[in-house]
């Protein structure tokens, strides 16, 4: 039983204050759970509540969602089982009262919605991913390690958000982990040869300033070749547009050019049929469900199409591109929803439709792991969580390496069946 809730403002990984909640349990068992931010955030997000008190932290506090998970959340949970997760994530949504957990903030809610979670896997000592998956939960997800960072994350030219690598042809996640380790330090090397920055942007990849999206392609693709690997077959390439942000007045504002849904389109048709590019996300804005329908139609036989401010993790937006057919995969983050419930229940939704679910950390992240045992829990293939530097994000990889190690012989990597629309 769930005798009392704490919470604390904490620093985030872009040093700018987030929630922290503690869950102290009837049996002593203490847990604690810490929240994500996003920069390039959905319009369509639940409410992330910040002060707004310019004397404080430019006005990014979170001394307002504390005190609601002290003040409202705690108590209305307190003598409840805390393996009654649906239970107890309704009666935090019920608390708030409003559609997007504006009242008391969905960074408020999830914080407490985590640490019952941990809490209760705590009590039952069973680590997280087998407490929210079951006796079942064995895939290691294939990492997606975002390694050159542009568009908001970044203070570089590039409209494109994130380059990731795609280790897929690894035999086990801690060997696809060493091989993104040593494409990361090849493109350091390569980057360095060539006089450009090796500077970080906000998700630990490099952030150089390049003269095209397709330079940042060709760089990666050198340094995948330099670290002794095969392009496509052993690693292959993914991109994050989160075009949103480069959307103004009803056009697109690309590489210097005004490009409409429909050329936008034709450009990444193109990088497709030149690149071994296994994901895209976010390659048009949030709301042009025609232009996700058209480019689904167009590309969505042999590239997942991922939606991040298309779906914010919401099963009701997903249920629209379900219906549209606007995408085949869905970009999970705890806090654009809010609660651990509807978390699962936007993965189990998309799961159920054979969408791909890729679980997904924020670029203002915490030393909180709970994305990583979520990402086995839910069987998902995939988890995206950064690059493998800094430490908020190895974090999550590093707990990925402890949980392949308790599965032992049980462990499976997903590899290659993560993506069962890639043929390259
Ligand atoms: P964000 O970026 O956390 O800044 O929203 C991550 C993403 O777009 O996937
Ligand atoms: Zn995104």
Known sequence: LIEAVGAREILDSRGNPTVEVEVLLEDGI?????????????AFEAYELRDGDKSRYLGKG???????VIDELGPAIEGLDATDQRLIDAELIKVDGTENKKRVGANAILGVSLAV?????DSADLPLFRYVGGPNAHTLPVPLLNIIN??????NDIDVQEFMIVPLGAESFSEALRWGVETYHSLKSLLHSKGLSTGLGDEGGFAPNLSSNREALDLIAQAIQNAGFTLGSDIALATDVAASEFYKDGSYHFEGKQLSALELTAYFADL???YP???IEDPLQEDDWEGYQHFTAELGSKLQIVGDDLFVTNPARL??????GAGNSILVKVNQIGTLTETLDAVSLAQRHGYTAILSHRSGETEDTTIADLAVATDSGQIKTGAPARSERVA???????IEEELGDAAFYAGRTAFPRFKG
């Not at 979170?62 to 609601?68: N, S």
């Not at 979670?117 to 896997?121: G, P």
């Not at 249920?319 to 549209?324: A, I, M, P, T």
């Open 150 to 155: 542009g568009g908001s994350h970044a203070d």
């Open 117 to 121: 979670a941990k809490a209760a896997a």
């Open 272 to 274: 497709a049929a030149n």
């Open 319 to 324: 249920q629209k591109g379900l219906d549209l």
């Open 62 to 68: 979170v001394q307002k969602a504390v005190a609601a």
């Open 277 to 279: 590019l296994v994901s």
């Open 396 to 402: 999550k990889y590093n707990q990925l390496l402890r």
């Open 30 to 42: 203490v847990s604690r759970a810490a929240v994500p931010s996003g920069a390039s955030t959905g």
